[in-house]
């Protein structure tokens, strides 16, 4: 069963910075590209940053590029997302997610971690 | 970037009906590129079609997905007290971009 636990969301002041993490299980994580999605409370979802396979590759929303870094340790299993320069907008359940072999959709999401940006 | 466009914004229905949820494209997108996802308060979003109109593992088959080009639709034949919930589309485009439309709210009238 695939799995993806995502933690390290939380309070932050405005300029702040956090790192989430995403723990997956259930399937070869070295194989996939994987993503961070986010919904801002009552809003819909923003795609927010990509990692390939292999960590070689990198994409970045327009809105978050410069600020934040996704990176990957296939040893173990996990993705992360560094954020830095956080601002009152970056508020939002952050999903780590599974893209699907094709890469064209995304077939698996976690539970979501809510980072919470304000003074 | 291309732009997904979901209509309507909210659909009020009664558990039995046929909802049809339409997501329409500023530029033509691949039938392969295109995905629908539901999401219940509190919950992840999931996947419920692929390439347009491939049903995700587990999904009942009155969920169905259609249209090309710029217009597609996402239509539940018959609806269940669970399928009420917020419906997202979304793209996959140039330089591994990936889009979502603004969501439709179906709600129990």
């Known amino acids: 069963e695939v799995q993806l636990v995502e933690s390290g969301g939380g309070l932050v002041q405005p300029g702040g910075s956090l790192r989430l993490s995403c723990s997956a299980s259930?399937?070869?994580?070295?194989?996939?590209?994987m993503h961070w999605v986010r919904q801002a409370p009552g809003k819909g979802l923003e795609y927010v940053s990509a990692?390939?396979?292999?960590?070689?590759?990198?994409y970045y929303a327009d809105s978050v590029k410069g600020r934040f870094t996704i990176s990957r340790d296939n040893s173990k299993n996990t993705l992360y997302l560094q954020m830095s320069s956080l601002r009152a907008e970056d508020t939002a359940v952050y999903y780590c997610v599974k893209t699907a072999f094709s890469g064209y959709y995304f077939d698996y999401w976690g539970q979501g971690t809510l980072v919470t940006v304000s003074s | 970037e291309i732009v997904l466009t979901q209509s309507p914004g909210t659909l009020s229905l009664s558990p039995g009906e046929r909802a049809t949820l339409s997501c329409r494209a500023s530029?033509?997108?691949?039938?392969?590129?295109l995905a629908w996802y539901q999401q219940k308060p509190g919950q992840a979003p999931r996947l419920l079609i692929y390439g347009a109109s491939s049903r995700a593992t587990g999904i009942p088959d009155r969920f169905s997905g259609s249209g090309s080009g710029t217009d597609f639709t996402l239509t539940i034949s018959r609806l269940e007290p669970e399928d009420f919930a917020v419906y997202y589309c979304?793209?996959?485009?140039?330089?591994?971009?990936?889009?979502f439309g603004q969501g439709t709210k179906l709600e129990i009238k």
């Open positions: 259930g399937f070869t994580f070295s194989s996939y590209a």
């Open positions: 979304q793209q996959y485009g140039s330089s591994r971009m990936y889009t």
């Open positions: 530029q033509s997108v691949s039938s392969s590129y």
């Open positions: 990692i390939s396979s292999n960590g070689g590759s990198t």
